[in-house]
């Protein structure tokens, strides 16, 4: 009996231990929690369950327990928290990915559960100031272990085998991020979008716990599951990631609305537009350009590629692209010359781009672009996701699988000739300039197309909803190697969708550049 009993707590300590569950004694040291965590079953449909569990009751909002001196630090204070790589759960176990948590505080204010699953079971990884150097923070208490995080990232040999690099990170109602070799962070992706530029209010569904399986050596790829939550509609998502110098998440999305929603965003990325080549709102800034994302790009099912420049003017802008089983959207920061940039700090060249390739029939819906005014580049002011035309309804239940790259373009080759800028001035023909006339400039890349060109084999074809083109012309550009279309454009007072492309024996050859005129 007592060699039972021994065993019996050997295997308690041991599973304490391996959740990496430590408490502060008030002598400042370490040792193993004294309660025993009991591990569960978990799996895909036992997280549907409790996301159609949650939708099947009212909604309950956060409980907000943070300590006070923590919801008081500010941004530097806060960002003086460190994780201590070395006392990681995983750290040492020769794993091919370690996880890394987000102390609580400033504006990360809501405990997030975060658990560890392993061979089908999944335990609570709790809080520990083990995990922590607080910096020059002097706190009046050593937190409990029922504190909690804020979120975590993932890291994982990324760019060299001998250092392991940030990967992902899941940090703030339900957005995450996620790098590709050689990049840095830039725009972001959300569970979902809610109401976005409704005059209601946008709705922020967050992710209200998570679950990280523990990867087996020699793995290549690392599974996370969450548990998402909003007022209208609960879901259950999957994230299968892969690293890379494309880094892949398959993402699958159940969900489960709890009442009708005016609109529904699935697969939204939101990003930072301030200025660019095209921009007319005067910035008093030294760069040339600022942005996470220089355009939207579309794939729609008619196989056409579509490419809308991004802009901040001065007023809000909400631009539709009705579509029929998309195959693929993205916000694309295709211009990756340092020198058109000149910050050698934010490397806004090095951001990645994000492209989202469903994985099943989406059927009819809507890509839909906002594009918000804004005066600082710290507020993410782009939005894009996909809407379905039929409302989601409650009481059922939805699935979305796509597949998300983080990469510096688009993940496959593609044959149409791309856009690689847009410039916009006072216009008018014959060297006549006119005010309330406008003058675009479109850059396509189209390698060996100069005797083409002069040819006349390639020819622009040229259209706007509203008002008229007045004056239109192709050259050959010596300096992208490529063809430039200049088009000259009368304004009747109404926004106008004007779009270019490029045709060669009648057949198309590029993008379809789409560009929003506002009166």
Known sequence: MRKFLIFISFLAAAAVIAGGIYFYTEKNKMKPAPDIIIS???????????????????????????????????????????????????????????????????????????????????????????????????????????????????????????????????????YFRGLGKGQKYGLSARGLAVDTAEETGEEFPIFKEFWVERPKRGAKSVRVYALLDSPSIAGAYTFDIRPGKNTVMDVEAVLYPRKAMKKTGIAPLTSMFLFGENTKNKFDDHRPEVHDSDGLLIHNGNDEMLWRPLDNSKYLRISSFEDNNPKGFGLMQRDQNAAHYLDFEANYEQRPSAWVEPLDNWGKGTVQLVEIPSIQEIHDNIVAYWIPKEPLEPGKEYVYKYRLYWSHGLPQKTSPAKVISTYTGIGGVSGMLETGKRKFVIDFELPKSKKDIAAGKIVPEVSASEGKIIGTHLIYNPVTKGPTVYIDFEPNGKTSELRVLLKKDGKTISETWSYQWLP
């Open 40 to 174: 569960e079953d978990f799996n895909l449909e036992i997280l549907k369950a409790k996301a159609r569990k949650l939708a099947g009751k009212d909604y309950r909002q956060p409980e907000n327990k943070i300590p006070a001196e923590l919801a008081e630090l500010d941004y530097d204070k806060h960002r003086d928290i460190r994780f201590v790589r070395e006392n990681g759960p995983w750290y040492g176990k020769k794993l091919p990915f370690e996880i890394q948590f987000f102390h609580l505080g400033s504006i990360f204010q809501i405990s997030v559960p975060i658990n560890e699953v392993t061979d089908g079971k999944s335990s609570p990884i709790q809080y520990s100031p083990h995990f922590f150097d607080y910096g020059k923070n002097h706190f009046k208490e050593l937190y409990a272990k029922d504190l909690g995080y804020a979120g975590f990232r993932l890291h994982t040999p990324l760019n060299s085998p001998a250092y392991y690099d940030e990967l992902v990170s899941f940090l703030g109602a339900s």
